[in-house]
């Protein structure tokens, strides 16, 4: 059975970094490009970056570049998403994906899906 298992949410203060961890089960990464996307409540799922399954590859939306920085380490079969500079408006469940073509932002392209964890940035 394939699974996607995210990890690392919690609650920061404005500012401070967390770091997300995407582990895969049943399946091996290499070959899939990973997304990371979030959804607050009442809000519609967002790109948030995305890997492509080498490594070489990575996208960002607009708002997350250069405070977010997604990598992968094919040997653990786990993609990372570093996130700094926490801002309220990050606060999200936030959502690994898979899928075996390239990278993309857009949720709609993905097929297999993580369970979520929750980020909360507040003081």
């Known amino acids: 059975q394939l699974q996607l298992v995210e990890s690392g949410g919690g609650l920061v203060q404005p500012g401070g970094s967390l770091r997300l961890s995407c582990a895969a089960s049943?399946?091996?990464?290499?070959?899939?490009?990973i997304g990371w996307f979030r959804q607050a409540p009442g809000k519609e799922r967002e790109g948030v970056s995305c890997?492509?399954?080498?490594?070489?590859?990575?996208m960002y939306a607009d708002s997350m570049k250069g405070r977010f920085t997604i990598s992968r380490d094919n040997a653990k079969n786990t993609v990372y998403l570093q996130m700094n500079s926490l801002k309220p408006e990050d606060t999200a469940v936030y959502y690994c994906?898979?899928?075996?073509?390239?990278?993309?932002?857009?949720?709609?392209?993905?097929?297999?899906w993580g369970q979520g964890t929750q980020v909360t940035v507040s003081s």
């Open positions: 994906a898979a899928v075996r073509t390239l990278c993309w932002l857009d949720h709609h392209r993905y097929d297999y």
């Open positions: 049943g399946f091996t990464l290499n070959y899939y490009a």
């Open positions: 890997i492509n399954s080498s490594g070489r590859s990575t």
